[in-house]
């Protein structure tokens, strides 16, 4: 019974540390995912600018607006906002930047 009990106790233990350490990365990256956008969102609404993520590669219109839907679809179901009030100013401020990106380079602040 003695090496049964060892052999137990050491499974338990290394599920318990498994679960612990993958849980922790999981939020890591959830964390890392979630603060990117919010970042990003801020950086576009204050610059009317692509993000610097966004550059890699040659300018294309088209993945642009792809990756700004995709934040603007972000924002409409994200419960992580402060209330409606501010959900409604980050996808009003996303799109009047999108509307204005169809018109000019992103990368234009000028505008």
Same mark, same amino acid.
């Given at each position: 019974?003695?090496?049964?009990?060892?052999?137990?106790?050491?499974? $338990?233990a290394?599920?318990?540390?498994?679960?612990?350490?993958?849980? =922790?990365?999981?939020?890591?990256?959830? +964390?890392? &995912? !979630?603060?990117?956008?919010?970042?990003?969102?801020?950086?576009?609404?204050?610059?009317?600018? $692509?993000?610097?993520?966004?550059?890699?590669?040659?300018?294309?219109? =088209?993945?642009?607006?792809?990756?700004? +839907?995709? &934040? !603007?679809?972000?924002?409409?179901?994200?419960?992580?906002?402060?209330?409606?009030?501010?959900?409604q100013?980050?996808?009003?401020?996303?799109?009047?930047?999108?509307?204005a990106?169809?018109?000019?380079?992103?990368?234009?602040?000028?505008?």
């Amino acid at each position: 019974m003695g090496p049964f009990l060892i052999l137990l106790v050491t499974v $338990v233990a290394f599920m318990v540390v498994a679960t612990f350490a993958l849980t =922790r990365y999981a939020e890591a990256i959830t +964390r890392r &995912l !979630v603060g990117r956008r919010h970042r990003e969102a801020s950086y576009i609404m204050e610059t009317g600018r $692509v993000p610097e993520r966004w550059r890699r590669g040659p300018w294309h219109r =088209r993945r642009h607006q792809r990756l700004l +839907r995709d &934040l !603007v679809a972000y924002f409409e179901q994200t419960p992580l906002v402060d209330g409606p009030e501010t959900r409604q100013q980050i996808l009003d401020g996303l799109r009047r930047t999108g509307q204005a990106w169809t018109v000019r380079s992103p990368d234009d602040p000028a505008g």
